[in-house]
């Protein structure tokens, strides 16, 4: 082993299809500091009709809309998070920090030994634990 172990999460939400996860969370992210859907898709490197088309998935498994948005004009489009959309990717952040941050207790306490490539022991039995 050349690279110290590290955990890996990625968490996403299913209905009976994937509905929400962290690519969604961060095109969201990308409107609320664009306060546009084209330019979060910009900046993802995302076309724009790939970014309509997970947000409008999303909505329809969720039940409810993520996005506001105008079409442009004088003062040109733009758009926001709905209130419930505001709140849901809140609510999905705070989840995914804890849950990462318990996946970091568990790793630490379950695999130090092999968090450093020099120091993973050495004829070690595998267990497993009962349930």
């Not at 996946?103 to 306490?109: I, N, T, Y």
Request: hydrophobic residues 40%.
């Amino acid at each position: 082993m050349t690279q110290p172990l590290r955990p890996v999460i990625s968490l996403r939400l299913f209905t009976h299809r994937k509905c929400f996860g962290p690519g969604v969370a961060t095109l969201l992210h990308g409107i609320e500091r664009q306060r546009s859907l084209r330019g979060a898709a910009q900046e993802m490197g995302m076309a724009y009709s790939k970014a309509w088309r997970i947000l409008r998935d999303a909505e329809e498994e969720l039940g409810f809309k993520l996005l506001d948005s105008t079409v442009g004009g004088k003062h040109g489009g733009g758009a926001v998070l709905t209130p419930e959309g505001t709140r849901f990717l809140a609510a999905y952040d705070a989840w995914a920090a804890a849950v990462r941050a318990e996946a970091e207790r568990l790793f630490a306490e379950h695999l130090a030994p092999w968090t450093e490539p020099e120091a993973a022991p050495t004829g070690m039995q595998y267990y497993r634990t009962e349930e």
